[in-house]
């Protein structure tokens, strides 16, 4: 028998995964529209006088200006860019085979700071109670796996977070492995809630396929505990997460690429 928590689960991860969906249908919808625009335009270059002075372009400029708004029309309103120029460096392509054997220190302290062109974010790692997402992070990090790369994605609607660690930027990619979820049981998960400040693991929505990609949480997200809580933001990591935040994302629909330049140009974990 199903119990009242565990269908409430089931309704919050059934609702996360439809966002991911309308973003990607809102994505699909874009380039088609950019692709009909770019058709119309190319005819009105060849001269149609006609048509502006019938008033149809002014219908046209009234649709892009409202709420279904290409990415291109609104890219022309957003807000100014925070952030700093990248360092010179490529992603690199590497990828693993299995995951990597267990050989941090599950008693002792770790932090993971990300060095943005945005500021600095530093993170407090749970490696007790994740120690298997920690030590892959320890792993990665050491292997420059995420410096160059670009933080992705950024949701401004219904979850609040900001999410890394593809080194192709497509929201797809990871290091070749998987990681086991841990840490669901979290006490600072309460009524399936991600609180502002956490750390944690993004996932297929399917147990046990987690990555590389992580999210910060920016502001309390209504999500079922389904993803590896494994760190928490310090207040000036959290000022810095925020003014990403505050520049937007691209769509306009609350789920798209950051407005903001966001590259890690340096991932540490460090051991004290």
Not at 24 to 51: D, M, P, Q, W
């Amino acid at each position: 028998m199903v119990t009242q928590e565990q269908r409430k689960r089931q309704l919050a991860r059934e609702k996360f995964l439809r966002q991911q969906q309308r973003r990607t249908e809102a994505r699909r919808k874009a380039r088609l529209r950019n692709s009909v625009i770019g058709s119309v335009l190319g005819v009105i270059l060849v001269g149609s006088l006609a048509l502006y002075t019938s008033g149809v372009l002014k219908d046209d400029d009234k649709a892009n200006a409202s709420a279904e708004a290409t990415p291109s029309a609104q890219a022309s309103k957003k807000a100014p860019d925070p952030c700093e120029k990248a360092a010179p460096g490529k992603v690199k392509t590497e990828t693993w085979k299995k995951e990597p054997a267990l050989t941090i220190d599950k008693s002792a302290k770790y932090t993971f700071d990300l060095a943005t062109t945005c500021g600095t974010i530093d993170i407090a790692l749970k490696a007790s109670a994740a120690p298997h997402t920690v030590n892959s992070f320890d792993f990665l990090a050491g292997k420059g796996f995420f410096d160059h790369t670009k933080c992705h994605r950024l949701t401004t609607n219904g979850i609040y977070v900001l999410q890394c660690g593809d080194p192709t930027g497509s929201g797809s990619g990871g290091p070749g492995y998987t990681i086991p979820d841990e840490n669901l049981k979290d006490k600072s998960l309460k009524a399936n809630t991600y609180p502002a400040g956490t750390v944690a693991m993004a996932n297929t929505g399917q147990a046990h396929t987690g990555g590389s990609q992580f999210f910060l949480v920016y502001q309390d997200s209504q999500l079922p505990p389904s993803y590896t809580p494994f760190g928490t933001i310090s207040e000036s990591g959290m000022k810095v997460l925020k003014k990403i935040a505050a520049a937007g994302e691209s769509t306009g629909a609350g789920d798209g690429a950051p407005n903001a330049t966001v590259v890690i140009n340096k991932a540490t974990v460090t051991k004290s």
